[in-house]
């Protein structure tokens, strides 16, 4: 496997050469390339490419494949498990598709839009509404990641319970795969059953196996009407219950179910002060629910929620009633993560389990956390309606991240591993939604079964027997 063997000097130039001259930059001119989003890594690169079109895309894989040069494809640089990045390497060569970022086609038919890898997430939704349509990924980093990075890394987001992971919203896709050949299989087919779907086994494998350049996506109508309400409640255990009584009474028109505690609403509402806890009343937990549905969905929802509170299923309810109610309510959730990084978390977990032991796991985990240190801090928040559950751990009150990390050497490593042991325990992923990248390859050599280990090897090797594509990544 090549892995990041140094390029010469020849194979730099016939790269740039393939771009021009305002498709390259120099490792000093790209700093913005070698970002961690939560500030763990800084990567590292001898060029960063910028292909405006997947014939050259192409021709950049061929020649990296012939020379045995290693590539990382780069989206918008939203992943927080380094699959963009090199932290111990100078030898990468970034590939960015920023400038892939057209939408080729808009369907109304077919329900469906061409899009290029580059696009980013919120354009393609603005570009969907503009045939008042929607496409139903959506996630809180909507303004800058791509959709070549959500299909690369399987993205889920606050919409997974009705409509799904990227995966699910994905017809077709057109990819470079490491010998430099185009797979374009774009066609809208809701049915294909043609041997194996290799568009499935490119979405999640994070540019190890290919270059994603564009994809048919699924478009949905836009819901008539949608309705957000933040319901207070005692316990993640009642979560559950409400949940499944809301679910009995609406259906699929439960598209988002946002878990969030009082500790992380204090967060936000202290990180982010125009943002403000609509309850007078302090609850140890919330849920985030919204609904969209036909015309008279607010009707059949208010009475849901207000038969919910005679049966003291939750404490009290705050129903959205503008626009900017809703946006404000979504707003605590969304600003979270942000919240966590100003407050200074240590850890930032990703895990799923069984719906139906979320709370055990929570709990679980809070304890097992503690046992690392009893000082620290926990956030635990997510998707409860898919079982997505993140934990964010910080330092005791009032100590910072760095003093306390340096006088509690392998804290970080501790904090980690308590959570996934937790969540094997619980029949759970270790990765729910954010892949596997460069930071959890260790924590899927301990607990992934060793089949799937020896298959995921085997795939690789098979179609990137050179080991060009974003070497290190899911796999060593």
């Known amino acids: 496997m090549a892995g990041f063997s140094p390029p010469d000097d020849?194979?730099?130039?016939?790269?740039?050469a393939i771009v021009g001259a305002d498709g390259w930059r120099a490792p000093n001119e790209a700093a913005r390339y070698f970002d961690d989003p939560r500030g763990r890594f800084e990567g590292r690169a001898c060029l960063v490419l910028l292909p405006k079109s997947t014939d050259e895309v192409a021709r950049i894989v061929r020649l990296c494949n012939e020379t045995g040069t290693g590539l990382i494809p780069w989206g918008g640089g939203t992943g927080v498990v380094a699959g963009q990045?090199?932290?111990?390497?100078?030898?990468?060569?970034?590939?960015?598709?920023?400038?892939?970022?057209?939408?080729?086609?808009?369907?109304?038919?077919?329900?469906?839009?061409?899009?290029?890898?580059?696009?980013?997430?919120?354009n393609v939704h603005a570009a969907a509404a503009e045939h008042r349509?929607?496409?139903?990924?959506?996630?809180?980093?909507?303004?800058s990641c791509t959709i070549g990075g959500n299909l690369a890394t399987n993205a889920g987001g606050i919409q997974v319970l009705r409509h799904g992971n990227a995966?699910?919203?994905?017809?077709?896709?057109?990819?470079?795969?490491?010998?430099?050949?185009?797979?374009?299989?774009?066609?809208?087919?809701?049915?294909?059953?043609t041997g194996y779907d290799l568009r499935h086994l490119l979405i999640g494998s994070e540019g190890t196996l290919g270059i994603i350049t564009a994809a048919t996506l699924v478009l949905k109508p836009i819901d008539p009407d949608t309705v957000t309400a933040l319901c207070a409640i005692a316990s993640p255990a009642q979560a559950l219950t409400l949940f499944s009584e809301?679910?009995?009474r609406l259906g699929d028109s439960l598209s988002g179910l946002e878990l969030m505690s009082g500790f992380g609403i204090g967060l936000v509402t202290r990180h982010f002060p125009s943002l403000r806890n609509p309850f007078s009343d302090p609850h140890d937990w919330v849920l985030l629910a919204e609904i969209s549905g036909p015309e008279g969905m607010r009707e059949r929802v208010e009475v849901a929620l207000a038969d919910c509170l005679d049966s003291d299923l939750l404490a009290d309810v705050v129903i959205a009633t503008s626009e900017t109610q809703r946006t404000n309510l979504w707003d605590l959730r969304e600003n979270t993560p942000d919240a966590n990084r100003l407050e200074g978390a240590i850890c930032n977990s990703d895990t799923a389990v069984p719906i139906s032991r979320i709370e055990g796991f929570i709990r679980e985990t809070q304890a097992a956390v503690l046992a690392t240190h009893q000082g620290l801090r926990l956030n635990s928040?997510?998707?409860?309606?898919?079982?997505?559950?993140?934990?964010?751990?910080?330092?005791?009150?009032?100590?910072?991240?760095?003093?306390?990390?340096?006088?509690?050497?392998?804290?970080?490593?501790?904090?980690r591993d308590a959570i996934d042991r937790v969540t094997i325990d619980f029949a759970g992923a270790i990765s729910a939604e954010h892949g596997i990248g460069r930071l959890k390859v260790p924590d899927l050599l301990r607990y992934g079964a060793p089949p799937k280990l020896a298959a995921i090897r085997k795939i690789k090797a098979a179609l990137d027997p050179n080991g060009i594509m974003n070497p290190g990544a899911i796999i060593d």
């Open 10 to 16: 020849t194979v730099l130039d016939r790269l740039k």
């Open 85 to 122: 990045l090199s932290p111990d390497n100078d030898n990468a060569i970034i590939l960015s598709v920023e400038r892939l970022n057209r939408v080729r086609e808009i369907n109304a038919q077919d329900f469906a839009m061409v899009a290029e890898a580059g696009c980013i997430l919120e």
């Open 133 to 143: 349509l929607m496409f139903p990924l959506s996630m809180a980093s909507k303004g």
């Open 167 to 193: 995966r699910d919203l994905c017809l077709g896709i057109e990819a470079v795969l490491p010998s430099g050949e185009v797979l374009s299989e774009l066609s809208p087919l809701r049915k294909n059953n």
């Open 246 to 248: 809301l679910r009995k």
């Open 381 to 415: 928040y997510g998707h409860i309606g898919d079982g997505n559950i993140h934990h964010n751990v910080f330092p005791p009150e009032g100590v910072a991240k760095a003093a306390f990390v340096s006088e509690h050497p392998g804290i970080i490593e501790a904090v």
